[in-house]
């Protein structure tokens, strides 16, 4: 063997020539983050990924000498060289291998032939001949085969052209793919037969042109093959070799029948979205949808991101032409369809921002509007929208330095439908709270504070009974508070100031003027934490015992006269024991002369990981209580007990089961009262199990139990099934339910789902839907295990 351990000059500048020329690369081409567009991008595990089309080798690094060996060397001439067995060519960032290798110094060209195998760090290749022009600047591969060492994906070319001038690449009959190849087994009557290895799909191009200077890489009269079948075919289509690019997205199919609408049949629709990649920071998505009977729907979403500020503005539109030749409709109560004035024109905008102003000052914008309440009902956007009846809006501007906050925002509802009930809205809100703690040696325990609100509560709707108008408080206390590793222990005394100036309306077309309310509160309390060592099952564990106490003092104010702005009965929470006030909101304060006790106790594991915990409490009346929500006999005579309901809240979290339950217990027989319950299990991420249950005012009115559950069960490494229900048993109705099953192969995977939504009393809309992905290509739709997720997150 010959080794040639200084380069013919030639060989160094060819080489340069070759790395450049070979230079395209495809990384990860993802139109953004949270959006999938046609890209080069292998999502898959290691396991699933390609095996290399050729055995890696290590490539030399930038401060390499080049180097080159052969089984023998020949100089037909002073100009010409050729290199024959074993043709190793080193140079930094490309090895060359080949079986025979010719140079020639005067037309400065170069050809490899046999097995040409080209290594680069992030690409590799395979010919049986190529030829190198370094004055042209031109190189031509034959029969190559390529793979994106980044991703693993791979294809085949009959002829790859690459000119370096114009830093543009052509093949000619090329493929593309990431799937490995795979084997089929058939099970015939009496034996199984073994198909020849084959890709799960292909793409397969009569022209691709790679463009390293636009990033871009088009293809011509391109076919989609499935299991070596045609199924999607396009006269042009273009791919991004960065990681957001400009692109069109995946079409969704599906067919939608509008819940205002029973007897109306389902609806089919493709929509197709565009994706514009304008910065880094910034980009746009332009949607087309073709609806059946509706029309053409158009919308866009508008997204940037800074530092400090963040926005998202959707705009949709269409030319209705249902409801411009029938109007407006809607099914009623009675499931009567109610026909309202013609319409042409439908809308929407939506715009979620954020900024972080400086100096203290930040602001929030979540707002929606639509032409019409039966917007979102009719048409299959956000489809989170389509079965609830209305939507919160909020705009707001926050300060914040290290002792003061305010907040100034308006928040109301965007009504979606007829019977949508009507809400207050705070038209504006404000809110301000200072803390000044005393900073003297002997007083660092003692802080004074003061919260200050003022609201206007108002309903934008018409047709109305209820009161307006605006509602001032203010709170100044001190607070004494001493925290220690062993407990705690905290006074606070409290002062409310609260003032209503109604308006004249139809609910009260003449209010009088309300006195003001002055309303003073003490509370004490204190708790202990006692630990101990001891172990459970071989394990070293921590149990703490935590008595708490607390006395709460609120004189009687009558408060019958106020409105019920914003105040309801708390919901079900063990920390209730201990707030100061039995109800939400500041319309009402409760009267208090109570002691609330806990006792608490918690197992940690030696690192302070929890494993369980367990807790019981309840309120003891040394006074009856007379302030009540609606001043009813029953509310009454439960306010004259000398004792609270028993509180429970029990947890548990060990491998992988996380429980956390909260229950009120009746003082005389224990009987449930109310209940809140959640389970999470995950057993070796093959079977995932979520619920919820909720129990409120048992036997009593207004009672409701409602149970939401989710099941995912990863059955076999392809297959996975899931499940989601949202039961209510006080009405014995199925709210919503769907069904998935998953098959996830390396390469691509496929989705049917059967969807099942309560419309109105004894009528459900049923959806079906097939998704079908393409790994590396792009994603449509969200798999029922994330949904799942999202609908379950606790």
């Known amino acids: 063997?010959?080794?040639?351990?200084?380069?013919?000059?030639?060989?160094p500048y060819l080489f340069a020539f070759i790395a450049s020329s070979l230079g395209f690369s495809v990384g990860s081409a993802i139109a953004a983050d949270d959006t999938d567009s046609l890209s080069f991008q292998l999502r898959n595990t290691p396991a699933c990924q390609p095996d290399w089309i050729i055995p890696r080798t290590q490539v030399p690094e930038a401060n390499s000498q080049p180097t080159v060996s052969a089984d023998k060397l020949q100089q037909p001439d002073t100009l010409q060289y050729e290199l024959i067995g074993q043709v190793v060519l080193k140079q930094p960032g490309l090895v060359v291998f080949s079986d025979q290798a010719a140079l020639n110094r005067e037309t400065q060209t170069a050809e490899a032939f046999g097995s040409v195998q080209l290594h680069r760090p992030s690409l590799l290749m395979t010919s049986d001949h190529i030829w190198l022009d370094d004055r042209q600047k031109t190189a031509k591969l034959q029969n190559a085969r390529y793979q994106f060492i980044a991703?693993?994906?791979?294809?085949?070319?009959?002829?790859?052209?690459?000119?370096?001038?114009?830093?543009?690449?052509?093949?000619?009959?090329?493929?593309?793919?990431?799937?490995?190849?795979?084997?089929?087994?058939?099970?015939?009557?009496?034996?199984?037969?073994?198909?020849?290895?084959?890709?799960?799909?292909?793409?397969?191009?009569?022209?691709?042109?790679?463009?390293?200077?636009?990033?871009?890489?088009?293809?011509?009269?391109?076919?989609?093959?499935?299991?070596?079948?045609?199924?999607?075919?396009?006269?042009?289509?273009?791919?991004?070799?960065e990681k957001r690019a400009s692109g069109l997205l995946f079409p969704t199919f599906g067919k939608y029948k509008s819940i205002l609408h029973p007897d109306r049949s389902r609806e089919a629709y493709i929509n197709i979205p565009y994706y514009f990649n304008i910065a880094e920071n910034m980009d746009d998505t332009l949607s087309v949808m073709k609806m059946q009977d509706r029309g053409w729907v158009v919308e866009n979403e508008f997204r940037y991101l800074q530092p400090n500020h963040s926005a998202e503005l959707t705009l949709t539109g269409l030319n209705d032409k249902v409801t411009q030749q029938e109007g407006l409709s809607y099914a009623n109560s009675q499931k009567e369809m109610v026909y309202q004035q013609p319409v042409s024109e439908r809308w929407r905008a939506k715009l979620i921002a954020n900024q972080n102003w400086g100096a203290g000052f930040s602001s929030n914008i979540h707002w929606h509007q639509v032409s019409d309440k039966y917007f979102f009902a009719d048409i299959p956007i956000e489809t989170t929208f389509d079965t609830i009846t209305y939507t919160q809006r909020s705009t707001s501007l926050q300060y914040q330095q290290q002792n003061l906050q305010a907040r100034l925002e308006l928040f109301d509802y965007l009504r979606l439908r007829a019977d949508a009930p009507y809400n207050y809205e705070k038209r504006p809100h404000f809110a301000l709270n200072y803390a000044k703690p005393i900073e003297a040696e002997n007083w660092q325990n003692l802080s004074f504070n003061l919260a200050a609100e003022a609201t206007e509560f108002q309903i934008s709707s018409a047709g109305h009974h209820k009161p307006e108008g605006r509602r001032t408080v203010v709170t100044p206390s001190a607070r004494y508070q001493v925290l220690k590793p062993y407990g705690q222990f905290k006074t606070e005394l409290l002062a409310h100031q609260v003032n209503y100036n109604l308006y004249a309306n139809q609910a009260l077309p003449d209010p009088e003027k309300l006195p003001a309310m002055q309303i003073p509160q003490f509370l004490m309390r204190g708790g202990l934490i006692f630990e101990r060592d001891f172990s459970l099952a071989n394990t070293n564990m921590t149990q703490t015992l935590e008595p708490d106490i607390q006395y709460l003092y609120t004189p009687y104010q009558p408060q019958n006269e106020q409105p019920l702005f914003d105040t309801v009965a708390s919901s079900l929470d063990f920390t209730n024991l201990f707030a100061t006030n039995r109800y939400s909101g500041l319309d009402r304060f409760g009267d208090s002369n109570q002691v609330a006790t806990a006792l608490t106790t918690r197992f940690l594991f030696a690192d302070g990981r929890p494993f369980a915990e367990l807790g019981a409490g309840q309120i003891f009346y040394l006074a009856d209580?007379?302030?009540?929500?609606?001043?009813?006999?029953?509310?009454?005579?439960?306010?004259?007990?000398?004792?609270?309901?028993?509180?429970?809240?029990?947890?548990?979290?060990?491998?992988?089961?996380?429980?956390?339950?909260?229950?009120?217990?009746?003082?005389?027989?224990?009987?449930?009262?109310?209940?809140?319950?959640?389970?999470?299990?995950?057993?070796?991420?093959?079977?995932?199990?979520?619920?919820?249950?909720?129990?409120?005012?048992?036997?009593?009115?207004?009672?409701?139990?409602?149970?939401?559950?989710?099941?995912?069960?990863?059955?076999t490494p392809h297959w996975s099934i899931g499940s989601y229900i949202n039961f209510n048993f006080t009405q014995n109705i199925r709210k919503e339910t769907q069904t998935a099953l998953r098959?996830?192969?390396?390469?691509?995977?496929?989705?049917?789902?059967?969807?099942?939504?309560?419309?109105?009393?004894?009528?459900?809309?049923?959806?079906?839907?097939?998704?079908?992905?393409?790994?590396?290509?792009?994603s449509v739709g969200t798999p029922f295990k994330e949904f799942l997720q999202h609908k379950l997150n606790f």
């Open 151 to 241: 991703n693993r994906a791979h294809g085949t070319a009959k002829t790859l052209f690459m000119n370096r001038t114009e830093q543009q690449s052509t093949l000619d009959q090329a493929t593309y793919t990431t799937c490995p190849l795979v084997t089929t087994l058939w099970q015939t009557r009496n034996k199984t037969i073994e198909s020849e290895q084959t890709l799960d799909w292909e793409l397969d191009f009569s022209e691709l042109k790679i463009d390293n200077q636009a990033k871009r890489i088009y293809g011509y009269h391109t076919l989609l093959y499935f299991h070596q079948l045609p199924i999607f075919y396009t006269p042009y289509i273009n791919f991004s070799m």
């Open 743 to 778: 098959y996830d192969s390396c390469c691509w995977s496929s989705e049917i789902s059967l969807k099942e939504t309560k419309l109105l009393e004894g009528l459900y809309n049923y959806s079906l839907q097939f998704v079908i992905e393409f790994k590396g290509l792009s």
């Open 625 to 715: 209580r007379k302030v009540t929500l609606n001043n009813t006999p029953i509310e009454l005579k439960h306010n004259q007990h000398k004792r609270s309901d028993y509180f429970i809240k029990a947890g548990l979290q060990t491998g992988p089961m996380k429980i956390a339950a909260t229950a009120q217990l009746n003082e005389h027989n224990f009987g449930i009262t109310q209940s809140n319950s959640r389970l999470k299990l995950n057993i070796n991420n093959q079977l995932s199990f979520l619920s919820t249950h909720i129990l409120t005012l048992r036997n009593q009115p207004g009672e409701n139990e409602d149970l939401t559950a989710g099941l995912h069960w990863q059955m």
């Open 1 to 11: 063997m010959i080794r040639l351990l200084k380069l013919l000059n030639l060989i």
